[in-house]
């Protein structure tokens, strides 16, 4: 099946940092890529749509220049938190979406970035 | 709105069968999805529904009914290994996936 990467698995960094998150698809081309979040005990809620080659289509309620989102590549997008906080601290996964023949999209999960702002 | 039901939370024992179910109200369908997810991971892939119908995969089975809005995950011969969160989740008409807040099973010996 299709692969997705994440990159780092955890980062720790200090408030006010900047914290770059890599997803990658590593056996097949995306267009089209997904970043979630999940705060413990709760569903994933999406943040932002990644496009290859185009902008990124943010959620209500997500900041944009906050969470700033690159899809240069059909096999790279990467999420990166400006000026992390506490409150950012969080479960980052990325998902890649394959269109399937049979006409349905399937999404393959990266494994996820754990970031604790301190 | 757009709306997805689970329980939050159900318990059973190593050997048994537990039905997980699934009610959906969105702008469109395009399938229905579910994943598990183990604590502290990304959430896996268990099956696809697009239409109405049981798909069995091996322990586990999923059964959709669009005119109900529904639908259920059926796990058999239960392992402790099945302690996990099962989400639900929606394909609206825009191909968005819309998740449920997931159902956390656990298994007793």
């Known amino acids: 099946g299709a692969v997705v990467s994440q990159h780092p698995s955890w980062v720790i960094c200090k408030s006010g940092t900047s914290v770059k998150i890599e997803c990658r698809s590593l056996d097949f081309q995306a267009t089209t890529m997904f970043w979630y979040r999940q705060f413990p005990k709760q569903s994933l809620m999406l943040m932002a749509t990644?496009?290859?080659?185009?902008?990124?289509?943010?959620e209500q309620g997500v900041e944009k220049d906050k969470f700033l989102i690159n899809h240069a590549s059909l096999t790279l997008s990467t999420l990166t938190v400006t000026s992390a906080h506490p409150e950012d601290s969080s479960f980052y996964i990325c998902s890649a979406r394959v269109s399937r023949e049979s006409g349905y999209n399937e999404q393959f999960f990266g494994p996820g970035t754990r970031l604790t702002v301190l | 709105g757009q709306n997805i039901d689970q329980p939050t939370e159900m318990t059973a024992t190593e050997g048994a069968i537990v039905q997980i179910n699934c009610t959906y109200q969105t702008s469109g369908f395009n399938g229905l999805f579910w994943y598990q997810q183990h604590a502290g991971e990304a959430p896996t892939f268990l099956s696809y529904?697009?239409l109405d119908g049981l798909e069995e995969k091996g322990r586990f089975s999923s059964f959709l009914s669009r005119s109900k809005g529904y639908s259920y995950l059926l796990l058999k011969e239960l392992q402790m290994k099945d302690s996990a969160s099962y989400l639900c989740?929606?394909?609206?008409?825009?191909?968005?996936?819309?998740w449920g807040a997931g159902t956390k099973l656990i298994i007793k010996p």
């Open positions: 529904n697009v």
């Open positions: 990644s496009n290859e080659g185009s902008k990124a289509t943010y």
């Open positions: 989740a929606v394909t609206d008409s825009n191909y968005q996936l819309i």
